[in-house]
């Protein structure tokens, strides 16, 4: 079945640490990929997509994630985490032929100080 | 206005009552969407616009689910005879463009509870 997977429900990081976030999808094709943040009370927020081209692809807020065909994964990483990071992270896609988002469970992130 | 708006922010509904929700896009978005987050769960597609064009529906859950957008600016989504399973977050996004390569902008959505 097509899917897109985030095996970590919860993960708890020390401030300054650095952060990795899975995200494994299950399609046909590649999909448009993509992670969302969403902090408590606000809105999903856009950190970065692939459609195409470089497989190392940087976002907002110090963000970047790869794409690697092999795996069908699209990881989510952050070299030193501040508290203000700490929210629901969400990998979304858009599978070949359709025109709206599919998202993963969410991986909610801790971080203390 | 600066951003998707959504009202109410919460909604409290007894089981068997009809509900509103109501989404103003960004102005000139094309491109609308709405999606239903149950608790600890992802998004999940209900509804997609284009202008006034309701292009897909294929995510809406029940024949009680309906939505508009009659003059391709603000959309609402009804849901009537509210059972307790449509307890969840309602969040509205839009788009200026048609397609996927156009940016999406999440409201904060409405949390309706059904009791």
């Known amino acids: 079945a097509q899917s897109v997977t985030q095996p970590d429900i919860h993960i708890t990081v020390s401030e300054g640490a650095s952060l990795e976030l899975r995200c494994n999808y299950s399609?046909?094709?590649?999909?448009?990929l993509f992670w969302y943040v969403q902090s408590p009370g606000q809105g999903l927020q856009l950190l970065l997509k692939?459609?195409?081209?470089?497989?190392l692809v940087q976002g907002i807020k110090g963000f970047e994630a790869e794409f690697k065909r092999s795996q069908s994964s699209f990881n989510l990483r952050k070299p030193s985490v501040h508290w203000s990071d700490a929210a629901e992270y969400f990998c979304?896609?858009?599978?070949?032929?359709?025109?709206?988002?599919?998202f993963g469970t969410g991986t909610r992130l801790t971080v203390i100080p | 206005g600066a951003g998707v708006s959504q009202s109410p922010r919460y909604k409290v509904a007894k089981r068997g009552q009809d509900v509103a929700l109501r989404c103003d896009p960004i102005?000139?978005?094309?491109?609308l969407f709405w999606y239903q987050q149950a608790l600890g769960q992802g998004p999940e597609f209900l509804t997609y616009?284009?202008?006034?064009?309701?292009?897909?529906k294929s995510g809406l859950p029940s024949d009680r689910f309906f939505a508009e957008r009659p003059e391709g600016s603000v959309s609402t989504l009804k849901i009537q005879r509210t059972q307790q399973e449509d307890s969840a977050v309602y969040l509205c996004?839009?788009?200026?463009?048609?397609?996927?390569?156009?940016?999406?902008?999440f409201g904060n959505g409405t949390r309706l509870t059904v009791t």
């Open positions: 996004a839009s788009s200026g463009g048609t397609g996927v390569f156009s940016p999406l902008h």
């Open positions: 399609y046909g094709a590649t999909p448009y």
């Open positions: 692939y459609f195409s081209g470089d497989t």
């Open positions: 979304a896609v858009v599978p070949t032929g359709a025109n709206n988002l599919f």
């Open positions: 102005s000139g978005h094309v491109s």
């Open positions: 616009f284009q202008n006034e064009a309701q292009l897909d």
